[in-house]
């Protein structure tokens, strides 16, 4: 049982259980999920590899659920979305090859600079996001420049994705914020999947543990899918600066200590 959960103590597997669910809400609105169930993950004592991969999971879950609910209320059209899935899933797999051969310490003060500067324009922003708008960017090229950019970035470090996710779609293809938020979730799933892909073949998934926290994460992505598609883009905008608040806080933390 040890080598398909990490764990046996009944109250951990509940308290892991719990972050998973919690993560898939907040995921599902905003991003950020990886924020709580990453550190549960490695607090329990599991090694950092293991960790990553069982995350990834029970990450696939979540993404994989809220894109669905997305999908059905319309806020996915497969003719806009498709290029993000083939361009992500190349970013994604050459980042996570590459995570072996270069540091990411040189990125520890870069991220939390660009998001810093994200926080700053929502705060001032209000209306950030709330209508749609024409595009800046040809659709094709864009996925191009952004899918293979973040998937890398995904694949080799990843916090904050989601984010800068959303404040690309928003600001270069014109969406507004919830429609941004439900095509996250492709560039999202699609990285998760890929990542797995190769965790998989590493022999690093702890599978009953990863399936547990994945009905989890797909139970918080469902209820919040949901808040996001009946409370709208004002709620969503201060869900976000929250979840800006809390990844820039947790990078900088990371990059002091």
């Known amino acids: 049982m040890h080598a398909w959960f990490g764990v046996t ?7 892991l259980a719990a972050a998973a669910l919690g993560a898939g809400l907040m995921d599902s609105i905003a991003g950020g999920g990886g ?12 090694p950092p590899a293991p960790a990553l991969a069982t995350n990834k999971l029970q990450a696939s879950f979540g993404s994989g659920m809220a894109l669905y609910r997305y999908a ?7 003719q806009e979305v498709a290029p993000a899935v083939g361009f992500t899933a190349v970013g994604a797999v050459a980042g996570t090859l590459t995570v072996r051969l270069l540091p990411a310490a040189w990125l520890g003060w870069l991220i939390p600079g660009i998001l810093t500067v994200i926080f700053v324009y929502l705060l001032v922003k209000p ?3 709330q209508e749609s708008r024409a595009a800046r960017w040809p659709l094709v090229p864009f996925y191009a420049v952004f899918g293979l950019a973040l998937g890398f970035y995904d694949g080799f470090l990843g916090p904050g994705t989601g984010t800068f996710w959303t404040v690309a779609l928003i600001g270069l293809l014109g969406h507004g914020l919830v429609r941004a938020t439900a095509q996250t ?3 999202n799933f699609t ?11 590493l022999g690093q998934v702890l599978w009953g543990l990863g ?13 919040g899918s949901k808040v996001v598609l009946t409370r709208g883009s004002r709620f969503i905008r201060w869900v976000f600066l929250v979840v800006v608040a809390a990844t ?3 990078l900088l933390w990371t990059a002091l200590t």
């Open 9 to 15: 103590d009944p109250v951990i597997l509940a308290l």
């Open 35 to 46: 924020l709580i169930t990453v550190p549960a993950l490695l607090a329990v004592g599991l």
């Open 72 to 78: 059905q209320a319309g806020q996915v059209p497969p």
């Open 127 to 129: 209306n950030w996001g």
């Open 185 to 187: 979730k492709v560039a």
């Open 191 to 201: 990285s998760n999947l890929v990542s797995l892909g190769v965790f998989v073949v």
């Open 211 to 223: 399936l547990l926290m994945g009905v989890c994460q797909a139970l918080g992505a469902r209820w």
């Open 248 to 250: 820039l806080g947790k």
